[in-house]
């Protein structure tokens, strides 16, 4: 069964900054994709970004961007430039190659950006 | 602009009581899911369909069914309603092909049962 891990269940950032997000992930398939989705207090969760595993290079969307590791089952996500509109819960999922689109979360990392 | 749309932001309801809980999204998705979230759990997947009438069980489905009569509608039914099940239920879709796709999300139903 696939898991994912986040260890952080809380973290804070000075406004414009930098922070990093751990996730790590167990599974057995080659084939899969890695998201981190973000929830703002009381809005809609929101894709923030997404990452082939059969892609080496580290997947990027303006101030964010992600350190894939797959040998170590890693998937980090660094948010540069912290603004306070970043303050949020962060989850990380998996899903594996070819399946009906059925999401695995890890238990979150509440992020504070600090002004 | 996409949308997927929950029936109530907020829900009370009685113990025992049968509960509806009603997901409409706009983007003829064929995927679509209803997830619990609570404190230090993250998203735990109750019930997910991929198609009309086709319904598959989650992580947790006991003390909960579905209905998917049509494309967009997809249905979360509190058959009696315990305590235990008062939690943040979140509805999503995502399109059938190509597992990357982005899921979409409701704004979130917060049914509290007393």
């Known amino acids: 069964a696939q898991t994912v891990t986040q260890s952080q269940p809380e973290m804070s950032v000075q406004e414009a900054e930098t922070v990093t997000l751990s996730c790590t992930y167990d599974t057995s398939e080659s084939n899969y994709y890695l998201f981190w989705y973000k929830q703002p207090p009381s809005r809609q969760m929101i894709l923030v970004i997404r990452?082939?595993?059969?892609?080496?290079q580290n997947a990027t969307e303006n101030r964010f961007s992600v350190n894939f590791q797959k040998a170590a089952k890693s998937f980090s996500l660094k948010i540069s430039d912290s603004q306070l509109g970043d303050t949020a819960m962060y989850f990380c999922a998996f899903i594996r190659g070819g399946s009906q689109g059925n999401l695995i979360f890890g238990k979150g990392t509440k992020l504070s950006v600090k002004p | 602009d996409v949308k997927v749309t929950q029936s109530s932001r907020y829900l009370v309801k009685r113990t025992g009581e049968k509960v509806f809980l009603e997901c409409v999204q706009d983007?003829?998705?064929?995927?679509m899911f209803w997830y619990r979230q609570d404190p230090g759990l993250g998203l735990r997947l109750i019930y997910f369909?991929?198609?009309?009438?086709?319904?598959e069980k989650g992580d947790i489905p006991e003390g909960y069914s579905v209905s998917r009569e049509k494309k967009e509608r997809f249905s979360l039914i509190l058959e009696s309603a315990s305590t235990n099940q008062t939690s943040m239920y979140l509805c999503a879709s995502s399109r059938r092909r190509g597992a990357n796709t982005e899921a979409f999300f409701g704004q979130g139903t917060r049914l509290t049962v007393v």
């Open positions: 990452q082939e595993a059969y892609k080496q």
């Open positions: 983007m003829d998705h064929e995927n």
């Open positions: 369909s991929y198609d009309v009438k086709m319904k």
